[in-house]
């Protein structure tokens, strides 16, 4: 079962097998004698199709469905397999029992191929066990002594020289960290360790506690592999990466906006508290909010910035990539009721911009926050660079970022994970200033 989990059905083999089978299903369907008038019921079908497709694009986009416009990709594979499905619904007329058989075949094959194809335009789900929000156990051993250590008198980079046999990419894998305190029930975290971490004398290195967006899945490969360039450009050296599960269930049926809740458990508690309790005792880290850092995408972004604001003395490092102005506003009404009871003081304090403005004066002083947002993201740009600018007036050392030609997706993350580490690298002493 784990082997199909970690099927790969992003430029995959599988990918274009599902594709292939879609057109030859389609051209069994459609390769009948041109009797009792089915030429007419085909293309009454496709038609059909087609349209539903496009009116459920319209309304979904009108309405907000999925708190963000859909792309005009998403319109196309909606289209063919909306076209697709209606003729397979109109072949079970006066067909004969194999045809019926194809037909019902062909129904599921084209919902999966459309599934594929956005999955495929997103990106974001590399395997099928990510789609089906399901974190495939891939063990990780730490080598090493595991545990924090304190700050170094200098920069690391100053200190760190990499023996001839040093890995040249880092390592991944998952780690299942328990809600000791929260009870919070979490899928496995994503571990990344770069190379320095894999030393026999390994250095004690800065944390990056990162999560990502709702729904999607604690995977740690976006992260790993743009580190993966910094580590080979700085002897090795990178931070150690937590990429947890805030979300919690399959990825996709619950969202606890960040906060604990009686809905979907104590979330909060479970970053701030139990994965960096177990950073603590498993990992070869500093422990020291000036080399400790949040991070998110999207949903997480706006975890990111909500724990950076409300625990500076826990955090001194932010990287919000494409983050929600405050966690919960794509379902501001929902959100509201099913996570704070109807408390709308509860709501809007535990929002980033209030809690910042809340905070005593020289709390941020030792704050360094990196927004950023694709420039083809415009609800996310404004949202963005609206954080960015009340983390500023709070006191935090901010860089504001657009990422050139990104929208909400892999670009995105990447390319704003580039610019965060470009800023955080000389602050977490991996680089010269």
Not at 161 to 187: C, H, M, W, Y
Not at 325 to 347: H, K, M, N, R, W
Request: aromatic share 10%; charged share 15%; with cysteine.
């Amino acid at each position: 079962m784990d082997a199909l989990l970690r099927l790969p059905i992003i430029d995959s083999p599988a990918m274009w097998v599902v594709y292939g089978g879609a057109v030859v299903l389609a051209l069994a369907l459609l390769a009948r004698p041109a009797r009792d008038g089915w030429w007419v019921r085909a293309s009454l079908g496709l038609v059909g199709g087609a349209i539903t497709a496009v009116v459920l694009f319209l309304v979904a986009n009108a309405v907000e469905a999925f708190g963000t416009d859909l792309p005009l990709a998403v319109a196309f594979w909606a289209v063919a397999c909306f076209a697709a499905v209606g003729l397979a619904i109109v072949s079970f007329p006066r067909a004969r029992a194999w045809r019926r058989v194809i037909a019902g075949v062909a129904v599921i094959w084209f919902l999966v191929s459309g599934v594929v194809g956005v999955n495929a335009y997103y990106g974001l789900n590399p395997t099928l066990g990510s789609l089906l929000g399901v974190v495939v156990d891939t063990p990780i051993d730490v080598p090493g002594s595991g545990g924090a250590a304190a700050a170094p008198d200098q920069p690391i980079y100053t200190t760190w020289t990499a023996p001839n046999d040093l890995a040249t990419v880092g390592k991944q894998g998952t780690e299942n960290i328990p809600g000791t305190e929260s009870g919070f029930v979490a899928r496995p975290a994503g571990i990344y360790l770069p190379p320095a971490a894999l030393a026999s004398d390994a250095p004690a290195l800065p944390l990056v506690i990162m999560m990502m967006g709702y729904p999607g899945n604690p995977d740690v490969s976006f992260i790993a592999g743009v580190l993966d360039q910094y580590a080979a450009d700085h002897a090795g050296l990178a931070p150690i990466v937590i990429v947890a599960d805030q979300i919690g269930g399959t990825g996709s049926d619950q969202d606890p906006a960040c906060a604990d809740s009686a809905a979907y458990g104590a979330a909060e508690t479970y970053i701030t508290k139990d994965v960096a309790a177990w950073a603590r005792a498993n990992l070869r880290i500093i422990d020291d909010p000036r080399y400790w850092v949040i991070a998110g995408y999207s949903n997480g972004g706006g975890c990111a910035i909500k724990y950076g604001a409300a625990y500076p003395g826990e955090f001194s490092n932010i990287i919000d990539v494409s983050g929600e102005e405050f966690p919960g506003s794509e379902d501001v009404s929902g959100v509201l009721e099913t996570i704070y009871g109807g408390d709308q003081a509860a709501f809007d304090a535990s929002k980033p911009i209030n809690i910042m403005a809340s905070a005593p004066p020289g709390a941020y002083a030792n704050t360094t926050a990196v927004f950023t947002a694709g420039s083809e993201d415009p609800g996310f740009i404004a949202a963005s660079q609206t954080v960015a600018a009340a983390a500023e007036k709070a006191g935090m050392s901010v860089t504001s970022y657009v990422v050139p030609g990104a929208d909400h997706l892999v670009s995105a993350i990447t390319g704003g994970l580039d610019e965060g580490f470009a800023v955080l690298y000389p602050v977490l002493g991996l680089s010269a200033p």
